[in-house]
């Protein structure tokens, strides 16, 4: 959801920009009537919250501990596919811990939203990549996703990687199946440049956005 219209929100359930919480449920009633109007109301504002929160992200380096919530993190349905097994967690925190495969997770203050990894650990064997764009992967925390947000957080993903590697082409290979995150994607200036298939017989759309893109 877009700034402009989080503000048309708040000012057509309050009258203003914005109302402290419990005034803004009471608006909300006010406004929604019977009829799930109520709901929607509340959930179109929680929407714009959550939009504004994720638009100010810090990406630091990941704690053992940060680490280890990631390797618990369980998706729902066929996002499940991007679970660590168990039998994997221990060398898979090891793995994010080390530097050469340059994971971050990203913070809303203290609070552990997602993670974004920069370089060649963004890459999945079946595609011959090169060195023409730098490859950027990124993850949210389970309970996150699926609420319109993805654009807000790969956007603050790829400021972060442009912040390390300057301006240069960045790179993402995404499941093809996996529509929100290719939406996400080409809403950030990626175009499609090719496809194929993973080891596992999936199939994965490599997208770049050139070098320069503003």
Do not use: H
């Not at 920069?118 to 996703?145: F, K, N, Q």
């Amino acid at each position: 959801m877009s700034k402009a219209t989080c503000e048309n929100t708040n000012r057509s359930v309050t009258g203003t920009a914005r109302w402290p919480s419990g005034d803004v449920e009471r608006a909300c009633m006010l406004e929604g009537g019977e009829g799930g109007g109520e709901r929607d109301c509340m959930n179109r504002l929680g929407e714009c919250n959550m939009s504004e929160n994720l638009s100010s992200l810090e990406f630091r380096v990941l704690s053992r501990e940060d680490a280890g919530q990631i390797a618990d993190w369980r998706y729902a349905g066929e996002y499940a596919i991007y679970d660590i097994p168990a039998q994997d967690r221990a060398s898979s925190i090891e793995y994010m811990l080390d530097p050469a495969n340059g994971y971050f997770g990203a913070y809303r203050g203290s609070e552990l939203v997602g993670f974004c990894s920069i370089g060649p650990d963004g890459r999945v064997p079946g595609w011959e990549y090169d060195e023409s764009a730098v490859d950027v992967g990124a993850g949210m925390r389970p309970d996150l996703t699926g609420q319109g947000q993805g654009g807000a957080f790969l956007s603050q993903a790829f400021r972060f990687a442009e912040s390390g590697v300057g301006q240069r082409s960045l790179r993402a290979t995404i499941a093809s199946w996996n529509e929100r995150a290719l939406t996400a994607a080409r809403q950030l200036g990626l175009a499609p440049v090719a496809s194929f298939y993973g080891p596992t017989g999936r199939r994965f759309t490599v997208l770049v956005r050139p070098e320069g893109y503003a």
